[in-house]
């Protein structure tokens, strides 16, 4: 079996004998130095992924490809993130897959955007609004970085007036105030696609909700993840003493007409 080599410019992810996590550029005749020691990347160039390499501290380091976590925990962000506990269930729920066509509102570092590029494949386009310009750069810089930016749509734009994109499959809502957009997500949706928006607190979900009730919607959720994690001792089996506990409400519905309405009167 012939597995992956790692080659000059390659994104690596670094996993330390302490568990010490790093994510580089591979580039060719560089060293790159942590707290465990420095290594030349010319030594590892060629070699399998899966390999490990000695610092100059005689430390080790494990070379595994950057996954979409390793990513979202390491990129260079200037705004919160939804994060994985929470954008693998909107995925999900949004039944986001290869094909679709995906409206993401509210593109802040473009973490979003990027688990549904990797979603829709190449045959499927995600369109990404932003209106702040140092947002913008900034989610095109990680898009571009993460090799998918040729599936999406990236514009500089606020959807006060609306979106250009119609029949859409999916429409995400990550912005300070959604219950402002919903009838822009609602014409934007094809029938029968699929809505979500995320907020930090309860009287924002009772503000969407409200708004939601003018709109033909059904199956309208609500929805709060808990995720706890085990540290991996067999001998000392428990959860680690802290937790990422509320970090967004989820509020999903699916788009209805009504009769032969375009519009919701």
């Given at each position: ?65 950057p996954g979409y976590i390793d990513d979202v925990f390491h ?45 829709v494949g190449k045959s499927g386009k995600v369109y990404t ?93 609500v929805w709060e993840s808990m995720f706890r994690q085990y ?35």
């Open positions: 079996m012939a597995y992956p080599l790692i080659e000059d410019g390659d994104r690596i992810f670094l996993v330390g004998d302490d568990g010490e996590e790093f994510l580089t550029e591979v580039k060719a005749g560089k060293k790159f130095g942590t707290h465990l020691g420095a290594f030349q990347f010319d030594e590892i160039i060629g070699k399998p992924y899966g390999t490990s390499v000695k610092t100059s501290k005689g430390k080790t380091l494990y070379i595994v490809e990129m260079n962000r200037r705004t919160q993130v939804v994060y994985p506990k929470d954008s693998s269930f909107i995925l999900m729920k949004l039944d986001v897959f290869e094909g679709k066509r995906v409206v993401d509102v509210g593109a802040g570092s473009a973490a979003m955007s990027y688990l549904f590029a990797k979603a609004y932003e209106r702040r310009e140092d947002f913008y750069n900034l989610a095109k810089d990680n898009l571009t970085k993460w090799e998918v930016i040729d599936r999406v749509d990236l514009k500089l734009k606020d959807i006060s007036s609306g979106v250009e994109e119609t029949n859409v499959d999916a429409f995400f809502l990550d912005v300070p105030h959604p219950w402002e957009y919903i009838s822009v997500a609602w014409k934007a949706l094809k029938g029968g696609g699929r809505f979500c928006t995320v907020v930090p607190t309860t009287n924002q979900v009772q503000m969407v909700l409200k708004e939601i009730k003018e709109f033909p919607f059904v199956m309208v959720e540290k991996p001792v067999p001998e000392r089996l428990r959860p680690f003493d802290r937790m990422v506990a509320h970090t967004a409400y989820m509020i999903f519905a699916i788009k209805v007409l009504r009769g032969d309405e375009d519009e919701p009167g």
